[in-house]
């Protein structure tokens, strides 16, 4: 069974900067695309950012759209997520996913399509 797991939430304010990382015990980390999703309180998860398995291809959800990059070092089997000029609506717990299948990155956006979660690192932004 894999395991992922988060890192490096806090507290912060208003226009401050957060990068979130996951590491994961997959041995053939490489050979997957991984997701980040967050949930806020009475929210349903959401979609936030997906990295092909080699990390030449990334999306974004409109929300974070031009001031997140989602990057990975496969050598260290982690997943990075930097997110700049936060907003009080980031404010959410932040979950890893590995997608379900090898050398896939299709329906990114339905966590259905993810195999493997992490217990979560929160995020709290104030204004």
């Known amino acids: 069974q894999v395991q992922l797991v988060e890192s490096g939430g806090g507290s912060v304010q208003a226009g401050d900067s957060l990068t979130l990382s996951c590491v994961s015990s997959?041995?053939?980390?490489?050979?997957?695309?991984m997701g980040w999703f967050r949930q806020a309180p009475g929210k349903e998860r959401e979609f936030v950012a997906l990295?092909?398995?080699?990390?030449?291809?990334?999306y974004y959800a409109d929300s974070v759209q031009g001031r997140s990059i989602v990057s990975r070092e496969n050598a260290k089997n982690t997943v990075y997520l930097q997110m700049n000029s936060l907003k009080p609506e980031d404010t959410a717990i932040y979950y890893c996913?590995?997608?379900?299948?090898?050398?896939?990155?299709?329906?990114?956006?339905?966590?259905?399509?993810?195999?493997?979660w992490g217990q979560g690192t929160q995020v709290t932004v104030s204004s």
């Open positions: 997959e041995p053939t980390f490489s050979s997957y695309a």
């Open positions: 996913a590995q997608k379900e299948k090898q050398y896939d990155v299709e329906d990114y956006q339905n966590s259905l399509e993810y195999r493997y």
């Open positions: 990295i092909s398995w080699r990390g030449r291809s990334s």
